[in-house]
């Protein structure tokens, strides 16, 4: 099983013996807004607002205010670039995609015996968390090795039973080797007295796409109730190279006098360079419910309110491992765990159960303005499998994170045919904070809209922007990385009503 050390702060306490830590927790409880590009050039803001098809999966009531049918689907392009710094060396990366961001169809009709009460039912897909990225990270490694960490997880074991996808692979490319095999003691041929340049690229893949299914119900047209079952669908890919390289060639022996190392098979010395990837991927489905109600105030005020129950996600890893060595003297190593086709996980992730309160005010028919407010605490995130392997796991995400907020504002100005839309919205570190600091992700939105009869189409412009503190291996052993995030995407919608 893998052995996935420390990448971010957020996962400093959380060294495991598994592969799946709180990082896998936080990836999938951590969603943003998605939906119409009506809805994201509003920041997703429409938690009292409603009759728009991203309702189902923020307030479902919101479908209730449909009182006709509407069908549409929504494209767009996505630019996300990394600029990443390690002891002041800095590298930027730059990824295009072109995501499905989702569908909607909602069919609405008058009660028959009671007019001013109506049902609706709606069917959505909406891409609700985008993994596309690249990463590099490269600088001095300031006197630092990943071997360090090999020997950290190494000494005190014997060498049968190193962890076979890390340390253990470390032995067996002779990058450490057993000296004292009575207290079961390693040393590493890696001489971090000469400086070493490390680099990590970092590649992810993949998306959680939600399909929702809603009923919804409006009373009198004053109270508004919906319901929405919602199965989101997670594909995500993960490929890392970590490397280490003596570029000087300080280590080499015919300049440096230091004693030979010698293994038990081979005799080498002049350490040149290391390379560790890890490779997994990541598929399963999940299942939530979700409730809401509206309440129309007055024509000018609505207030709104959801609960949204925790997501249960049944996921399957694949993984493999690779590490390689290179030697001025002993020649190159490689080994691969597992050694055949790669290894399969089964477990579960469950996320937090979120609160949002919502009001809308609203002016004649010239203009719109809505605001969210969430409340989520990540302390109840949890893995489980059977047999249960994450109970330290979990120990560290309720000693590790907090409860915090996420607010979402939009606006909307109705010039017709055409509509100006602003927004935005912050989410809130899972550490606590709020507005500012590390892992507080800000969006700035925009767009607009043009209506003709049953016809419309809807441009929206999202740019999203966080920093992130970012280790490339266990923290006790390598300097932070800072990660400057940068996203933008152009989406468009295109729909009719009926």
């Given amino acids: 099983m893998k052995f996935l050390f420390s990448i971010t702060t957020l996962c400093i306490m959380s060294i495991s013996l598994v592969s799946q830590n709180d990082i896998d927790a936080m990836r999938y409880s951590q969603i943003f807004f998605g939906g119409t590009s009506r809805s994201k050039a509003m920041a997703g803001s429409f938690g009292a607002l409603g009759a728009d098809g991203s309702c189902m999966g923020n307030n479902p009531a919101g479908i209730g205010l449909y009182r006709k049918g509407d069908i549409n689907i929504s494209f767009g392009l996505k630019f996300y670039s990394v600029e990443a710094i390690h002891n002041g060396t800095s590298n930027k990366n730059f990824k295009a995609s072109v995501p499905f961001d989702g569908l909607t169809l909602v069919g609405a009709w008058d009660s028959k015996t009671q007019p001013d009460n109506h049902h609706a039912l709606g069917l959505s897909c909406n891409q609700i968390a985008n993994f596309n990225s690249n990463t590099t990270i490269e600088g001095s490694a300031n006197f630092k090795s990943i071997t360090n960490d090999f020997l950290s997880s190494a000494n005190g074991k014997p060498y049968t039973n190193l962890d076979n996808s890390y340390s253990g692979m470390a032995y067996d490319n002779y990058l450490i080797d057993i000296y004292d095999t009575v207290n079961n003691k390693y040393t590493s041929l890696v001489n971090t007295k000469y400086d070493l340049v490390q680099s990590k690229t970092i590649e992810t893949r993949g998306k959680i796409n939600e399909w929702c299914f809603n009923y919804a119900y409006g009373y009198q047209d004053k109270i508004y109730i919906g319901a929405t079952l919602g199965v989101p669908v997670i594909n995500y890919n993960y490929n890392s190279v970590y490397s280490e390289a003596d570029v000087n060639d300080s280590m080499r022996r015919s300049t440096n006098t230091s004693p030979s190392y010698y293994y038990p098979t081979k005799s080498v010395g002049g350490f040149k360079n290391l390379s560790y990837q890890e490779v997994y991927k990541t598929s399963g489905t999940g299942y939530n419910l979700k409730v809401g109600v509206i309440y129309r105030a007055a024509d000018f005020i609505r207030l709104g309110a959801s609960f949204h129950s925790p997501t249960v996600y049944n996921l399957t890893d694949g993984y493999v491992y690779k590490m390689s060595a290179n030697f001025d003297e002993g020649g190159s190593f490689t080994t691969q765990y597992p050694t055949d086709n790669g290894g399969k996980f089964n477990y579960q992730v469950i996320t937090p159960m979120k609160f949002t309160g919502s009001v809308a005010l609203l002016y004649k028919k010239l203009g ?29 995400i309720r000693s590790k994170y907090s409860q915090t907020s996420n607010v979402r504002v939009g606006f909307e100005a109705n010039l017709e045919p055409m509509f100006v839309r602003l927004g935005y919205a912050m989410y809130g570190s899972p550490f606590g904070e709020t507005f500012s600091g590390d892992f507080v992700k800000t969006f700035y939105t925009g767009g607009i809209g043009f209506r003709k ?18 280790y490339m291996y266990n923290p006790k052993f390598v300097d932070k990385s800072t990660l400057k995030n940068s996203g933008t995407t152009i989406a468009v919608t295109v729909g009719s009503k009926f």
């Fill in 368 to 396: 719109v303005m809505n605001i969210d407010y969430d409340i989520i605490n990540y302390k109840q995130a949890s893995l489980q499998s059977s047999p249960q392997e994450f109970t330290g796991v979990n120990s560290v």
């Fill in 453 to 470: 009869d049953k016809m419309y189409v809807d441009i929206s412009f999202t740019k999203s922007m966080n920093n992130e503190n970012y």
